[in-house]
T-cell receptor
């Protein structure tokens, strides 16, 4: 597609349940990022995938969070045993790598997760 | 570690006034990239500009202009003759140039409210 697609756009889940958030990046973009944005706050880096390299997981807040990227394209962010503090908008972005002439990231519309 | 500070949390102006958003960054790298993003009420992040650390030339794009001062580690953004449609949260971000990746570090954002 023309942009970064995220699904679902909204997710309400009960505390303790697992959730999966999906990101479909721009075709040809080798880099994919997940960020979290709590209400009224800035963006927190979660995880970064670049080609076949090992992902940079340095931003994942706990071992309940994991992400994978299959075939260098679609990515899934999984949150296990969700807590109320996980409520936020989860944003995905994709970009070309610097060596490919990275002129900025393209962000998806995000998934708004509400844990009740 | 890299850090971006946007000291202004919210700015309110009347339409047609100019507004300047401050951004101060910290990095140990000599090569890095600075970005500004706009996040309107719809929530999607819109890329505005990327600036390389080795290019201190200021830039103007329509009513938007950017002032990059390497000596003070600042990358300020000015909206001239503001309009109601400029109401949004604006984020400054920094990306260091590393072989392993180029994740963005965001400032906390500045909410701009333009009143008619």
């Amino acid at each position: 597609g023309a942009g970064v697609s995220q699904s679902p756009s909204n997710k309400v889940t009960e505390k303790g349940k697992d959730v999966e958030l999906r990101c479909d990046p721009i075709s040809g973009h080798t880099a994919l990022y997940w960020y979290r944005q709590r209400l009224g706050q800035g963006l927190e880096f979660l995880i970064y995938f670049q080609g076949n390299s090992a992902p940079d997981k340095s931003g994942l807040p706990s071992d309940r969070f994991s992400a994978e990227r299959t075939g260098g394209s679609v990515s899934t962010l999984t949150i296990q045993r969700t807590q109320q503090e996980d409520s936020a908008v989860y944003l995905c972005a994709s970009s070309l790598a610097f060596r490919q002439g990275n002129y900025g990231y393209t962000f998806g519309s995000g998934t708004r997760l509400t844990v009740v | 570690a890299q850090k971006v500070t946007q000291a202004q949390t919210e700015i309110s102006v009347v339409e047609k006034e100019d507004v300047t958003l401050d951004c101060v960054y910290e990095t140990r790298d000599t090569t890095y990239y600075l970005f500004w993003y706009k996040q309107p009420p719809s929530g999607e992040l819109v890329f505005l500009i990327r600036r390389n650390s080795f290019d201190e030339q200021n830039e103007i794009s329509g009513r938007y202009s950017w002032n990059f001062q390497k000596s003070t580690s600042s990358f300020n953004f000015t909206i001239t003759a503001s309009q109601v449609v400029d109401s949004a949260v604006y984020f400054c971000a920094l990306s260091e140039r590393k072989a392993a990746g180029n994740k963005l570090t965001f400032g906390g954002g500045t909410r701009v409210l333009v009143k008619p």
